[in-house]
């Protein structure tokens, strides 16, 4: 260290630049980009990513210790996939015990093919065409998201994901809260987007030349706000709304002569009782904003590339019966695909079966905790894919993926955001919560169907029947080893039951989305199992005399 404080290394004075060279030929461009991170030279994923350092085999052999640790884990969901996948990293030894035949849980693709038989015995086999999918659970996974993370260290391949497209619609029916002309009819979503951003821009402009927000906004500001609010609201000098290109054309701009002529605008007070504006909000959000991404060829991608990637065996048709912690154990037995019971034993283990279902399953768990899990409410979802002979959304209307979103029981329609100018095509018909998904799953299929494309048919017409080949619903509260499509919490900050949870019963964990702030997502998954895989290890690599 000279006196200045820097350090001589062999060529010039260590200035900062000089620093990170140093360092780079040391750790590497790792090294280089933390360092940058923590002298606040580049944004950090940490902004917007949980720390987290995947257990090590080092761990143990720092400890001069090998691990043999076992470790039971129940449900091949996201959650529990992950749990094992980590800690596999360390060399611990997993066992994963699942009810379906199939890994992914909620994560679930729904092909050609694939056969359902719910609770209440309705029995389905998707006949959509090769190549056609819907992800009946998850399907979108805006790019914060640990989830990608994920898939870029296993490989899965991703695409965008349209969550928001300009020229899908707007369509509210006639009810409360919903009137006037521009109700029982579609509207392009840029339409009303553009008119509402004119209006509020152009009263705003009005209230500043009105000195109504002087006592709020300075001068200078004041001028900077009418700048910005022409531009926000494309006014016009007089800062007065009269329409805009952004609304799109009544005749396209082309060549020649051809200059385009824009639509009129709708009235303030139309677009205000069609009530449009319920809409905006949504896709801003933290997690609906654009861009986002879904994995090439179905969500299951991922669950199936966690399960190709652990070394440990996975049971499928792993029904658990019974659940016992004991001291330095967890034992569980469980009747297999043939019927036959088995019971298998670990160290430790990691439980991510529904809180609602896992409340049912006899053993010792402290009452508490049962009635804990007990009291968590599962949430009524459904979903219908429908699959059309000709992609008429593309062909005639000009939707290249997005989302149409109604007022109707149907909730919102979804345009699929792959195989696009292709043949067929398959759209999400729905996708409800609440009691419209418990109307919808009450009916047979085929009277879902055919809700689905009357309702469909009010925004896109009769091309909606004509077109139509065939469907495939799914309504979680329904289907077996779920019965819910995610927990519904009302608060978790004060809530006994989720404060309960997040503590292990002796050598037992609990993981899933539902133990996660992140409720509803592939990342409270992963995020709650990143959690219970620091502290199982923590706890292991403290234990002495293993
Ligand atoms: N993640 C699900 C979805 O995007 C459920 C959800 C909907 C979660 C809306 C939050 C907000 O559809």
């Not at 054309?249 to 009129?264: D, M, R």
């Not at 991922?302 to 499928?316: D, E, F, N, S, W």
């Not at 109307?439 to 009357?454: S, T």
Request: overall charge negative; hydrophobic content about 40%; some cysteine.
């Amino acid at each position: 260290m000279n006196s200045s404080g820097e350090q001589d290394a062999g060529q010039g004075p260590l200035t900062r630049r000089r620093f990170l060279q140093v360092l780079g030929t040391v750790g590497g461009a790792g090294a280089v980009l933390a360092t940058m991170e923590a002298l606040n030279l580049v944004p950090s994923a940490r902004d917007h990513t949980t720390p987290f350092q995947p257990p090590r085999a080092s761990d143990f052999a720092l400890q001069g210790r090998v691990n043999n640790t076992t470790v039971l884990v129940l449900g091949a969901g996201i959650a529990g996939l992950c749990v094992a996948y980590e800690l596999e990293k360390a060399g611990y030894r997993c066992e994963v015990l699942e009810a379906r035949d199939r890994p992914g849980g909620r994560c679930w693709t729904v092909r050609g093919g694939t056969r359902e038989t719910d609770l209440d015995g309705v029995a389905q086999t998707a006949q959509f065409a090769y190549g056609q999918y819907m992800n009946a659970g998850p399907a979108r996974i805006p790019q914060h998201h640990t989830t990608l993370d994920y898939c870029r260290e296993l490989g899965v391949a991703i695409e965008p994901f349209a969550n928001e497209n300009a020229d899908a619609y707007y369509y509210n029916e006639s009810a409360q809260g919903f009137d006037g002309p521009l109700v029982d009819r579609r509207l392009r979503r840029r339409v009303a987007r553009a008119d509402y951003l004119g209006y509020v821009s152009e009263l705003l402009t009005k209230a500043i030349d009105q000195h109504a927000l002087d006592a709020s906004v300075g001068a200078a500001d004041q001028e900077a706000l009418l700048e910005f609010l022409t531009s926000f609201g494309a006014l016009n000098q007089q800062g007065r709304y009269v329409g805009s290109d952004r609304r799109g054309y009544v005749t396209p701009p082309g060549a020649a002569n051809l200059s385009g002529v824009v639509g009129k605008p709708y009235t303030l007070s139309d677009l205000l009782a069609a009530n449009f504006g319920v809409y905006f909000p949504f896709e801003l959000g933290w997690d609906q904003a654009m861009m986002m991404f879904q994995p090439v060829g179905g969500m299951d991608r991922i669950p199936h590339a966690l399960a190709a990637a652990l070394r440990g065996t996975i049971r499928y048709g792993a029904q658990v019966q019974q659940i016992t912690v004991a001291d330095d154990r967890v034992e569980v037995i469980f009747t297999g695909p043939d019927g036959g019971s088995l019971k298998v034993g670990a160290d430790y283990c990691a439980c991510t079966i529904p809180p609602n279902l896992l409340a049912l399953i006899p053993g010792n768990l402290p009452a508490d905790v049962t009635s804990a899990l007990s009291s968590v409410v599962p949430m009524s979802t459904g979903k219908m894919g429908l699959q059309f002979r000709r992609r008429f959304w593309e062909e005639d209307e000009r939707i290249f993926g997005g989302i149409t979103d109604t007022n109707l029981d149907i909730g919102t329609i979804w345009y699929p955001s792959y195989g696009y100018l292709g043949e067929k095509g398959v759209l999400i018909g729905y996708y409800n919560y609440f009691e419209q998904s418990d109307e919808y799953a009450a009916l047979p299929p085929e009277q879902r169907e055919r809700r689905a494309l009357d309702q469909g048919a009010k925004v896109h017409g009769e091309v909606y029947k004509e077109e139509f080949e065939n469907s495939f619903s799914v309504h979680w509260t329904k289907i077996r080893h779920s019965e819910g499509g995610w927990a519904l919490w009302e608060d978790r900050a004060t809530s006994p039951v989720y404060k309960a949870l997040l503590e292990p019963v002796g050598r037992l964990y609990f993981a899933g989305d539902h133990l996660s702030y992140v409720t509803a997502w592939q990342h409270g998954a992963f995020e709650s199992a990143r959690h219970v895989v620091t502290a199982l290890h923590q706890r292991v690599l403290t234990e002495s005399g293993r």
